[in-house]
């Protein structure tokens, strides 16, 4: 037995040695599983996720290039497909190259404009990563759509108006379908707004329902900051789906608080010895930052030549004037003034005696 073993070892050469690690097996990258995407106006939006890691060109793995495929066929046709059928029907009708791989963040999108005319069709779309030498990956899951051609065509939005509590955006309703056919399939309208350019991918409407009419006051918005607003109508798509129109014109703005807030009012006087105790209620503007407090011995002096005894603004409701003399009668009057420096017209006047 012994001699058999080491005669084994003679002829294999390689008993007791580590042979060399075979090098790690690639593959053609793996395709995507989270392809989707909407009907908006005349186009379908695609998106999926962006590959988070991407090979050098020298690998296999590597992802240069994602193409788009599509397949229009029947509404009524057969749901489950094979990738070897697809692949020999379907049409490629573009791609995503590697500067859009690259720069990609979260997602990718493809926009596949249509001809809306016509029988109704469906029409199914997947992805395929290529990498440097040309090499496909799998397709991706399928995405069906059927798109309607009776959708409503994008409203016309005009200046905003700003005031004190609201941005209010004003459009004209779509006068035709995106087909030119009429009456005009119209659910109603969404609105969105964003610091940055509006994109037709990720974005969330301001309105928590669907706009009736063709009005809209932003009363979320901010002074001071930056915003780009867009308005899309709102169909009756196929199968009760709701599909909106491509964007609007959009306007820009950045709103600025020229609205002084209003007068404070209520103001009462309690005396005691060598003291004046000032009391009045908070304005009702959120946007208040506090209170100036003026006085005088005469209550016909102009009120611009009233003296102001608060050195900075009054964050309180309350003033203890202890800067009096017994016996005499002093008027006040009070001014709010905002965040932005704006100033209200001056309260009533009140007076008092020191005892």
Do not use: H
Request: proline share 7%; hydrophobic share 35%.
């Amino acid at each position: 037995m012994l001699l058999f073993i080491v005669t084994a070892c003679l002829f294999n050469g390689a008993c007791g040695k580590r042979r060399p690690p075979l090098p790690p097996i690639e593959r053609v990258p793996q395709r995507t599983e989270l392809l989707s995407g909407a009907q908006q106006g005349n186009q379908v939006i695609l998106s999926w996720p962006a590959p988070q890691r991407n090979a050098a060109d020298s690998s296999v793995q590597s992802i240069r290039r994602i193409d788009v495929f599509r397949l229009a066929e029947s509404p009524n046709a057969p749901l489950p497909l094979t990738e070897e059928e697809f692949s020999r029907r379907s049409t490629l009708i573009g791609s995503v190259d590697f500067e859009g791989i690259k720069d990609a963040v979260d997602s990718l999108s493809y926009t596949d404009t249509l001809e809306l005319a016509g029988e109704q069709t469906r029409l199914r779309y997947a992805l395929r990563y290529a990498n440097a030498s040309g090499q496909r990956a799998a397709f991706s899951n399928f995405l069906l759509i059927e798109p309607a051609a009776r959708i409503a065509q994008t409203p016309v939005l005009s200046a905003p108006q700003v005031s004190e509590t609201a941005v209010t955006l004003n459009w004209q309703a779509p006068a035709a379908n995106i087909d030119t056919s009429t009456p005009v399939n119209l659910l109603g309208y969404n609105v969105y707004r964003s610091d940055k350019a509006i994109n037709s991918q990720g974005q969330t409407p301001i309105n928590n329902a669907l706009v009736s009419n063709t009005s809209y006051a932003d009363k979320t918005f901010r002074f001071g900051e930056q915003y780009s607003y867009v308005v899309r109508s709102v169909s009756l798509g196929t199968g009760g789906a709701q599909v909106e129109s491509l964007n609007s014109n959009a306007v820009t703005i950045t709103p600025v608080d020229i609205f002084p807030p209003s007068a404070p009012t209520s103001i009462s006087i309690a005396a005691a010895p060598n003291r004046l105790s000032l009391f009045f209620p908070a304005n009702r503007e959120r946007d208040v930052a506090g209170y100036y407090v003026y006085r005088t011995l005469d209550p016909n002096l102009p009120k611009e030549r009233w003296t102001r005894i608060t050195e900075t603004l009054l964050t309180r409701t309350t003033f203890q004037d202890e800067t009096v003399e017994s016996g005499k009668k002093y008027y006040y009057y009070l001014i709010a003034v905002d965040t932005a420096g704006n100033a209200s017209n001056s309260s009533e006047t009140m007076g008092e005696t020191v005892p």
